[in-house]
Nanobody, 111 residues
Framework: QVQPVESGGGLVQPGGSLRLSCAAS????????MGWYRQPPGKQRESVAT???????NYADSVKGRFTISRDNAENTMYLQMNSLKPEDTAVYYC?????WGQGTQVTVSS
């Protein structure tokens, strides 16, 4: 059974950077599709970035050129590098691995 755990959230000023990590227990990590999602205050959860088993990536238009999703299959870990952060990036960020969701980590972008 896969159980993802996110880390790396926090408070950052506009224009700053954060890197989120998602560690997933369980076997065959490399074969799973996975992704990052976020839920801004008062809004629905939305997709941020996904990465397939072969490494193909897909990004929401709002984060293209600023966020990078990656995975380390040897370490069973997925990452989201977030640069040039904006206040509208404020949300609870969740990782999803093979249909299993983490508990979320808060990202707040504010001066």
């Amino acid at each position: 059974q896969v159980q993802p755990v996110e880390s790396g959230g926090g408070l950052v000023q506009p224009g700053g950077s954060l890197r989120l990590s998602c560690a997933a227990s369980g076997s065959i990590f490399s074969g799973y599709a996975m992704g990052w999602y976020r839920q801004p205050p008062g809004k629905q959860r939305e997709s941020v970035a996904t990465i397939g088993g072969g490494g193909r990536t897909n990004y929401a238009d709002s984060v293209k050129g600023r966020f990078t999703i990656s995975r380390d299959n040897a370490e069973n870990t997925m990452y989201l590098q977030m640069n040039s952060l904006k206040p509208e990036d404020t949300a609870v960020y969740y990782c999803m691995v093979a249909g299993a969701w983490g508990q979320g980590t808060q990202v707040t972008v504010s001066s």
